[in-house]
């Protein structure tokens, strides 16, 4: 089975312009989060796949491997999905360009679920963390995920799900961690399918999947680094890599 990582890297960010290029401890972030990718060694090879020749060319001045987005798109996933439509590959998984700091282990935990029991059933698979801040539970940038017994996801939403009608009933919630293993036939699918409703209203990509009958593996995972959405970010970053 030849599995690839691809990291989508839009130059362009509503919140933090060009973070991207930004540099953290000497090198862009979308390097060390290429060079923290490759580290963990699971992958057969490792991408970066841009809109941007300053990403690009960036990245090949470290020996990085990057691919030059011929349209225009809307989202990483179809970013990715015209790079891999003539890759001889079966799994192809998204690493967010944002997160320099990716670790092994949820990496290979995600991978795991494709020689499972139910692995015939599985379309992509992604995971998630437990949120016990009520603060992020109600936060709209916390996109929320629920699953079934085998861990199969139902839904996804800006909203908090489940409803706490009853506080004291027991749910968990969960943050959807945008790192996702697709196989090669899901993300073409979802390049070619139409956005429906319930994607358009939520402004959550992986909603498509389901919305199509697609399955979706959803993996329990702890820290998975440092997100870099604004310039604060940035600073916790340089903190974390000095420590």
């Given at each position: 089975?030849?599995?690839?990582?691809?990291?989508?890297a839009?130059?362009?960010?509503?919140?933090?312009?060009?973070?991207?290029?930004?540099?953290?401890g000497g090198?862009?972030?979308?390097v060390?989060?290429?060079?923290?990718?490759?580290?963990?060694?699971?992958?057969d090879?490792?991408?970066?796949v841009?809109?941007?020749?300053?990403?690009?060319?960036?990245?090949?001045?470290?020996g990085?491997k990057?691919?030059?987005?011929i349209?225009?798109?809307?989202?990483?996933?179809?970013?990715?999905?015209?790079?891999?439509?003539?890759?001889?590959?079966?799994?192809?998984?998204?690493?967010?360009?944002?997160?320099p700091?990716?670790?092994?282990?949820?990496?290979?935990?995600?991978?795991?679920?494709?020689?499972?029991?139910?692995?015939?059933?599985?379309?992509?698979?992604?995971?998630?963390?437990?949120i016990?801040d009520?603060k992020?539970?109600?936060d709209?940038?916390y996109v929320?995920?629920?699953?079934?017994e085998?861990?199969?996801?139902?839904?996804?939403?800006?909203?908090?799900?489940?409803?706490p009608?009853?506080?004291?009933a027991?749910?968990?919630?969960f943050?959807?961690?945008?790192?996702?293993?697709?196989?090669?036939q899901?993300?073409?699918?979802?390049?070619?399918?139409?956005?429906?409703a319930?994607?358009?209203?939520?402004?959550?990509?992986?909603?498509r999947?389901?919305?199509?009958?697609?399955?979706?593996?959803?993996?329990?995972?702890?820290?998975?680094?440092?997100?870099?959405?604004?310039?604060?970010?940035?600073?916790k970053?340089q903190?974390?890599?000095?420590?």
């Open positions: 089975m030849k599995i690839i990582a691809m990291i989508p839009r130059y362009g960010a509503t919140r933090f312009p060009g973070k991207l290029m930004a540099d953290l090198k862009p972030v979308i060390r989060t290429y060079e923290a990718t490759v580290k963990t060694a699971l992958f090879d490792v991408y970066v841009t809109d941007s020749k300053i990403i690009k060319n960036e990245v090949e001045r470290f990085g990057a691919i030059m987005s349209k225009e798109h809307e989202c990483g996933s179809d970013r990715i999905a015209e790079a891999v439509e003539n890759l001889d590959v079966d799994i192809v998984v998204n690493v967010q360009g944002d997160e700091f990716v670790k092994k282990e949820p990496l290979e935990k995600v991978l795991e679920v494709f020689k499972g029991e139910d692995a015939d059933q599985i379309d992509l698979a992604s995971l998630m963390q437990e016990t009520w992020d539970i109600t709209p940038n929320k995920v629920i699953v079934d085998a861990n199969f996801a139902l839904y996804f939403s800006r909203s908090p799900i489940p409803y009608r009853d506080k004291n027991g749910a968990r919630y943050e959807h961690i945008g790192v996702y293993a697709f196989r090669k899901a993300i073409l699918d979802f390049y070619h399918l139409p956005m429906r319930l994607e358009a209203t939520e402004k959550i990509e992986c909603i999947y389901l919305e199509y009958g697609k399955k979706i593996k959803m993996v329990e995972t702890d820290f998975m680094g440092i997100e870099i959405d604004t310039p604060e970010d940035l600073i970053a903190k974390y890599l000095e420590n």
